[in-house]
């Protein structure tokens, strides 16, 4: 079975860093892109990441941009979010997914998220 | 950005009911568009793809339609799992975007 697991969240003040990791299982791990996707509590659902098979290529959503990074370590069959210049309105519960088919631009398989909270 | 606009936000129906959530695209987005429901506390699960293609796993009662701006998803018989919050989402370009989300409560 599929399995992704997100870990590194927790409470950082404005303007901080954080890492966030999501390991996977289940299946080969360097045939498939990733997204991150974050929700803020009590929000709607909100793409902000994304990397190919083997890391050539990512796409950002405006509201990260410049701010945050997606990579990959395929031998350890993990994606990586490095989140810096951290805003209030970042506080979210965060999610890895798998891409679809193709490495298309929709999650078929969802991890259980980590949640990231903004303040100080 | 291509808006996702869905309808109703909240949708009360009772166990047997046939459900019809309504998803609208600012622009043409072909078929490139899938479903999720969500519970609370939990992550989104994947319902259906490419605008009709059921997910492996996704029970039949689940389907989906549409082309280009309009999307519709339907519960041919509502069960009690089935209470959850539906979004849709395209994924014709980067980023994808959701819609607002329906929520299924009971009646």
């Known amino acids: 079975d599929v399995q992704l697991v997100e870990s590194g969240g927790g409470l950082v003040q404005p303007g901080g860093s954080l890492r966030l990791s999501c390991a996977a299982s289940g299946f080969t791990f360097s045939s498939y892109a990733m997204h991150w996707v974050r929700q803020a509590p009590g929000k709607g659902l909100e793409y902000i990441a994304f990397i190919t098979t083997h890391g050539g290529s990512t796409n950002y959503a405006k509201s990260v941009r410049n701010r945050f990074i997606i990579s990959r370590d395929n031998s350890k069959n993990t994606v990586y979010l490095q989140l810096g210049g951290l805003r209030p309105e970042d506080t979210a519960i965060y999610f890895c997914a798998r891409a679809g088919e193709t490495g298309s631009y929709y999650g078929d398989s969802w991890g259980q998220g980590t949640l990231v909270t903004v303040s100080s | 950005d291509i808006q996702m606009t869905q309808s109703p936000s909240t949708l009360s129906a009772s166990v047997g009911d046939r459900v019809t959530i309504t998803c609208r695209a600012s622009?043409?987005?072909?078929?490139?568009l899938a479903w999720y429901q969500q519970k609370p506390g939990k992550a989104p699960k994947m319902l259906i793809y490419?605008?009709?293609s059921l997910e492996r796993g996704v029970p039949s009662r689940f389907s989906g339609s549409g082309s280009g701006t309009e999307f519709t998803l339907i519960i041919s018989s509502l069960q009690p799992d089935d209470f959850a919050t539906y979004y849709c989402?395209?994924?014709?370009?980067?980023?994808?975007?959701f819609g607002g989300g329906t929520k299924v409560e009971i009646k």
């Open positions: 989402q395209h994924y014709n370009s980067y980023p994808p975007t």
């Open positions: 622009q043409s987005i072909s078929s490139w």
């Open positions: 490419k605008a009709s």
